[in-house]
């Protein structure tokens, strides 16, 4: 006979866990250990318009972004189509969300150029986005290098 001293304690066996009941409990009690919040999903707007080199002229393709003034880490872009129309998109965390943030925003436009001499176009004036649908008519004098419709 062992003595007490040298026995190992063991749980009953109507006690015991088996192995993949402690794992379940583990993986169960796991995502309660990170109780950070989580900021609410940030609300976006449509945001939709046409870029014009001059009255009636669109800008033949290219990319507008909208940088938000109150939040600089959100950056909303669009591809300007060959009528010089255009649609916002914001990724956040990797979601795709329609539109961008309400508030003021920088507007940079880049003309497309087949050898990708056009230079960024930062307008003076800031668009500011409403809790709405929103539509912008953008106009600027002409790129040094602009690609214009025909």
């Known amino acids: 006979m062992i003595p007490l001293s040298r026995r190992k304690w063991q749980r ?4 015991r866990l088996s192995f993949p009941t402690n794992w379940i409990l583990v993986l169960l009690a796991a995502p309660g250990c990170n109780d950070t919040p989580q900021a609410p999903p940030r609300e976006t ?4 318009g046409e870029v014009m080199i001059a009255p009636g002229e669109p800008l033949n393709r290219g990319t507008i972004q909208f940088e938000s003034t109150t939040d600089n880490s ?11 129309r255009f649609s916002l998109t ?8 329609e539109g961008t943030l309400t508030g003021p925003s920088r507007v940079t436009i880049i003309p ?3 050898d990708q001499s056009a230079m960024p176009i930062a307008l003076p004036e800031l668009y500011t986005v409403e809790a709405k649908e ?5 106009e600027f004098g002409e790129p040094s290098n602009p690609t214009r419709k025909k």
């Open 74 to 84: 959100m950056t909303a872009i669009g591809e300007i189509g060959p009528d010089g």
């Open 134 to 138: 929103n539509h912008f008519s953008i």
């Open 112 to 114: 497309f150029a087949e």
């Open 45 to 48: 707007y449509p945001v939709t």
């Open 12 to 15: 009953p066996a109507s006690r």
């Open 90 to 97: 914001t990724y956040l965390d990797g979601v795709k969300l």
